[in-house]
T-cell receptor
Framework: DAGVTQSPTHLIKTRGQQVTLRCSPKSGHDTVSWYQQALGQGPQFIFQYYEEEERQRGNFPDRFSGHQFPNYSSELNVNALLLGDSALYLC?????????????FGDGTRLSIL | AQSVTQLDSHVSVSEGTPVLLRCNYSSSYSPSLFWYVQHPNKGLQLLLKYTSAATLVKGINGFEAEFKKSETSFHLTKPSAHMSDAAEYFCVVSDLDQGGKLIFGQGTELSVKP
């Protein structure tokens, strides 16, 4: 039973560029959430997708956007990259049903901005 | 609004001695609480969850946590630390008003000395 998989594992970009990160949820899960974890910090919620729509959004600018596909996989897009976007980006999947459902995390994508 | 506060940024124990990681929560309703562990350069692994059933929750790898409403606490314990327990631990509350987005504490780094 495959868990949550994310690609790529590492990525180096320069300021102003655009990046796309990918996530495949755990088998049977239909909800995907994205989190940003800066060095030495706890993860911060970016947004959540369910039924191919953004359902909830955290305090992140519009440069951060996403998409969910019919097979429940998801992408996170970040435009006009800033140095401060350097972080570990984590994808989590769960079953739709509210906060009682535990979220299962992938190993993340480490994004470095030069 | 939901929030969690981890009272120690770093805890150091000797192998074979008990572990106590402290967490207080704030919630306007009965919360869903979780403990996650993160090993270096890895994603987050769910240790245990509390969802208003038994107040003493048993998790994986010998960890358990006790929900105390009167103290608004959800401390994580383990009777005997193992070297492999060295990691970052996060206390997490689920925001049921916002689709179950997870709100993380700042984390507690656990060191285990031989």
């Amino acid at each position: 039973d495959a868990g949550v998989t994310q690609s790529p594992t590492h990525l180096i970009k320069t300021r102003g560029q655009q990046v796309t990160l990918r996530c495949s949820p755990k088998s049977g899960h239909d909800t995907v959430s994205w989190y940003q974890q800066a060095l030495g910090q706890g993860p911060q919620f970016i947004f959540q997708y369910y039924e191919e729509e953004e359902r909830q959004r955290g305090n992140f600018p519009d440069r951060f956007s996403g998409h969910q596909f019919p097979n429940y996989s998801s992408e996170l897009n970040v435009n006009a990259l800033l140095l401060g976007d350097s972080a570990l980006y984590l994808c989590a999947s769960s079953l739709q049903g509210g906060g009682n459902q535990p979220q299962h995390f992938g190993d993340g994508t480490r994004l470095s901005i030069l | 609004a939901q929030s969690v506060t981890q009272l120690d940024s770093h805890v150091s124990v000797s192998e074979g001695t008990p572990v106590l990681l402290r967490c207080n929560y704030s919630s306007s309703y009965s919360p869903s609480l979780f403990w996650y562990v993160q090993h270096p350069n890895k994603g987050l692994q769910l240790l245990l969850k509390y969802t208003s059933a038994a107040t003493l929750v048993k998790g994986i790898n010998g960890f358990e946590a006790e929900f105390k409403k009167s103290e608004t606490s959800f401390h994580l314990t383990k009777p005997s630390a193992h070297m492999s327990d060295a990691a970052e631990y996060f206390c997490v509350v689920s925001d049921l008003d916002q689709g179950g987005k997870l709100i993380f504490g700042q984390g507690t780094e656990l060191s285990v000395k031989p």
